[in-house]
């Protein structure tokens, strides 16, 4: 006779992550409502200079239409490292206690970066570069997000595509260093004049946090 052993089947709970997938298009949709003209100019970000031009006042960083597109940034942002900390073995992309962490982190991470850049700007005479040069990694990142939205959907409920995850790291290192490069174009200048301190912050608050968080991932 011969004996059937039957394991159990573990289904990994996913509901919390299509409900954060819903609110998340829900917000992008309330923010073109609300700013149809904001949105449609944002969308255009990367074949025009026009949101950048427009929108340059450093009070357009507190607006409504940046803290709802923020959340959305978190949000997606988070989905797409818990989802590559999953293809390389270090987590489960199911797991919402440690995509919790994830959010929590990288939202106070870049708020903080943000303010600790004000204060650097204030300190070594570069405000207008340092509010400049945030608005539009601010831009350029919420832009990634929303494009990230439709691929983490598909990657978070489909086994992982090793040329997909690839190529978007390599899109978003590509667009980052774009964004670098434009800010350096438009104030070349200033940055010249202050050569010595612009070194300095891309050293302290442009590579040093970056590499921190790959020694943390890797090592611990």
Known sequence: MIE??????VIEPKDWATCLFILSFALIAI?????????NDFMR????????????????????????????????FSFFIQI?????G??????????????VFFGVFVLSKFLIEKIIGTIFNIEEFTEQFNLQKVSYRTFISILLLPINI????????????????????????????VSLRIYQNLVIGNLFYFILYLC?????PYY?????????
């Open 154 to 181: 598909y990657l978070f409920y489909n086994n992982s595509s090793d040329l997909l995850i690839y190529c978007v790291i390599g899109a978003i290192l590509i667009i980052n260093l774009l964004t670098y490069l």
């Open 90 to 103: 270090f987590s489960s992309k199911y797991d919402w206690i440690n995509f919790i962490r994830i959010f």
């Open 31 to 39: 923010t073109k409502t609300a700013f149809e003209t904001r949105f």
């Open 45 to 76: 970000i990367l074949v025009s200079d026009k949101y950048i031009k427009v929108y340059k006042d450093s009070s357009y960083l507190m607006s409504g239409f940046t803290v709802l597109l923020f959340v959305v940034q978190v949000i997606s």
């Open 84 to 88: 590559v900390l999953d293809y390389f």
């Open 212 to 220: 921190f968080i790959y020694y943390l991932i890797t090592k611990l």
């Open 204 to 208: 302290a608050l442009e590579i040093a």
């Open 4 to 9: 059937t052993i039957l394991s159990p089947r």
